[in-house]
């Protein structure tokens, strides 16, 4: 059984006066422990189907599962987010980081969201420690125990991005998506961020990687390429 399986998926945006096919007809299965960079031009839907694997968005036609579940269209957005949370992880291109809480506290915070654990959690619970113990496992990782208090303007664009990774990864989910995650990024950078990336792969991650670097990609164990909605090959 395929960990996400697409099957003759159509995202259509109703604007005005048209209608817009971002996607069209994709089928995509990802098995687990792949890692699979997604190419195409601007605008040729890779955001769209990432936002929809990723559950932030619902398809207007076809059937997706994960991990053998029906994600269906009719599921309440209260049920999504709660599978969102469960599998999930997402790294974006502007990072996406919270400006006034610390590298600590913006890996911690999808623990407070997870699993049913109140949004405003007594700081002296026990799960709040368990929390901080485990963002602090992740930036030790992703090389940044010696940020754990910065706050997001106070790191290079790197260690912004090692930081969003971290926290993706806070609540242990059974796919990675990153959608163009080096594009801020200088070269160096997006390297160090690639080489994280493969070392989570190796341990078993399952990994989609949207990127414009076909260096990046030739990483990655295959590439699809989508072009106006759809997959090409
Ligand atoms: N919320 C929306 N409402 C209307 N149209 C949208 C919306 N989101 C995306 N689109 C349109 O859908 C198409 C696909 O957009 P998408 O963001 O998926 O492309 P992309 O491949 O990620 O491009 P890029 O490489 O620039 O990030 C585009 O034509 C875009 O204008
Ligand atoms: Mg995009």
Do not use: C, W
Not at 206 to 215: F, G, K, Q, R, Y
Request: charged share 20%; glycine share 10%.
């Amino acid at each position: 059984m395929s960990l996400i399986k697409l099957s003759h998926i159509s995202k259509t945006f109703k604007l005005d006066t048209v209608d817009v096919n971002a996607v069209v007809d994709v089928s995509l299965a990802v098995e687990r422990g792949e890692f699979v960079a997604i190419m195409g031009h601007s605008g040729s839907g890779k955001s769209t189907l990432m936002n929809i694997v990723g559950l932030l968005d619902r398809p207007t036609s076809g059937e997706y599962r994960l991990d053998g579940n029906v994600v269906s269209t009719s599921m309440s957005d209260g049920a999504q987010a709660k599978l969102r949370s469960g599998f999930i992880g997402f790294v974006f291109q502007n990072f996406n980081l919270l400006p006034n809480m610390t590298t600590l506290g913006n890996v911690a915070l999808p623990a407070m969201y997870a699993k049913g654990t109140p949004t405003t959690p007594d700081p002296s619970s026990g799960r709040r420690g368990g929390a901080n113990d485990r963002a602090k496992k992740l930036l030790e990782q992703v090389g940044l125990s010696h940020r754990l208090k910065s706050r997001p303007n106070q790191l290079s664009g790197g260690e912004r991005q090692r930081v969003a990774i971290a926290r993706a990864l806070m609540n242990e989910p059974k796919v990675l998506l990153a959608d163009e995650p080096t594009g801020n990024l200088d070269t160096k950078s997006g390297q160090e961020i690639m080489t994280i990336l493969e070392g989570l792969n190796k341990a078993g991650m399952t990994i989609l990687l949207v990127t414009h670097n076909d260096e990046l990609a030739e990483r990655t164990h295959r590439t699809v390429r989508m072009k106006d909605g759809r997959i090409i090959v």
